[in-house]
């Protein structure tokens, strides 16, 4: 079964870091590009930032470039994404996505993780 | 960024009914669209690819169509399971962008 892992959630102080992981299995980590995507307490989605599948190109959006830092670990199947001067807008559920099609990005997210929970409160 | 509009925000039905969501692209994606379905306290799940493409597993009453900027998903036959939020998903660049959601209740 393809699955996607989200680990590193938690409380944080405000300027504060985190730095979130993402583990697969049950496909070819190394052939896809992956995504985060997070979801703020009774919002919708927003795409956060994603990685080709080699680690080689990585992309951000506006609200988080300059302060978060995805890189990931294929020998590991782990992708990571580093937050750093955290604030209340930062606070959400994160996923992890997986796009659909080998070595393309950008593309649909055919699977999820289950979401790891960053409050960000002194 | 391209703005994702989808219309109606709240959408109220019954169980039986044809239901259809819209969504509109600030400019042309081709057909770089996704639509996903989300319960409550659950993941997101892909339900449309490339505007009118099924995902494996996806029942059959649900449907896609559009391109360029004006996108629609349609539901044949709402069943008790369909009660969720949709979101449609342009990936026509590499900043990728959500619409705001349509809530499909009762």
């Known amino acids: 079964e393809v699955q996607l892992l989200e680990s590193g959630g938690g409380l944080v102080q405000p300027g504060g870091s985190l730095r979130l992981s993402c583990t697969g299995s049950g496909f070819i980590f190394s052939n896809y590009a992956l995504s985060w995507v997070r979801q703020a307490p009774g919002r919708g989605l927003e795409w956060v930032s994603a990685?080709?599948?080699?680690?080689?190109?990585?992309f951000y959006a506006d609200s988080v470039q300059g302060r978060f830092s995805i890189s990931r670990e294929n020998s590991r199947n782990t992708v990571f994404l580093h937050m750093d001067n955290l604030g209340a807008e930062d606070a959400a559920v994160y996923y992890c996505?997986?796009?659909?099609?080998?070595?393309?990005?950008?593309?649909?997210?055919?699977?999820w993780g289950q979401g790891t929970m960053v409050t960000v409160s002194s | 960024d391209i703005q994702m509009t989808q219309s109606p925000s709240t959408l109220s039905a019954s169980v039986g009914d044809r239901v259809t969501i819209t969504c509109r692209a600030s400019q042309s994606i081709s057909d770089w669209l996704a639509w996903y379905q989300q319960r409550p306290g659950r993941a997101p799940e892909l339900l449309i690819y490339?505007?009118?493409n099924s995902q494996s597993g996806v029942p059959s009453r649900f449907s896609g169509s559009g391109s360029g900027t004006e996108f629609t998903l349609t539901i044949n036959s709402l069943q008790p399971e369909d009660f969720a939020t949709y979101y449609c998903q342009q990936y026509n660049t590499y900043s990728r962008t959500f619409g705001q959601g349509t809530k499909v209740e009762v």
């Open positions: 490339k505007a009118s």
């Open positions: 990685i080709s599948a080699s680690g080689g190109d990585t």
């Open positions: 996505a997986k796009v659909r099609v080998t070595f393309i990005d950008p593309d649909a997210f055919d699977v």
